[in-house]
Nanobody, 124 residues
Framework: QVQLVESGGGLVQAGGSLRLSCVDS????????IGWFRQGPGQEREFVAA????????DYEDSMKGRFTISRDNTKNTVYLQMNSLQPEDTAVYSC?????????????????WGQGTRVTVSS
């Protein structure tokens, strides 16, 4: 069973940085591809980034490329999302999700397991 808990959100000024963490308390973390998603105020949830189970493959939404970096440490059951050059439009609740399909299609696959989310607020 996968149980995901996000942390690292908070209030930051525009241009600042945050590092989000997504920790799994289970024992099968390395079997799962992990995605980060966000939902801003009054907006639909959108894909942010994803990383394959071994960490060798990543995918980013275009607007996050060059600013956000996803990584994982399977020895710590943790996926990180380093966010730099944050802007007010990055304000959202960020959630991580896990899926175990053999096909790499992180933007369109179904994620059975979700964390509760961590709120990021970027002030101008």
């Amino acid at each position: 069973q996968v149980q995901l808990v996000e942390s690292g959100g908070g209030l930051v000024q525009a241009g600042g940085s945050l590092r989000l963490s997504c920790v799994d308390s289970g024992r099968t973390f390395s079997r799962y591809n992990i995605g980060w998603f966000r939902q801003g105020p009054g907006q639909e949830r959108e894909f942010v980034a994803a990383i394959s189970r071994g960490g060798g493959t990543t995918d980013y939404e275009d607007s996050m490329k060059g600013r956000f970096t996803i990584s994982r440490d399977n020895t710590k059951n943790t996926v990180y999302l380093q966010m730099n050059s944050l802007q007010p439009e990055d304000t959202a609740v960020y959630s991580c999700a896990a899926e175990s399909s053999s096909t790499w299609n992180p933007r369109n696959t179904r994620y059975p397991y979700w964390g509760q989310g961590t709120r990021v607020t970027v002030s101008s």
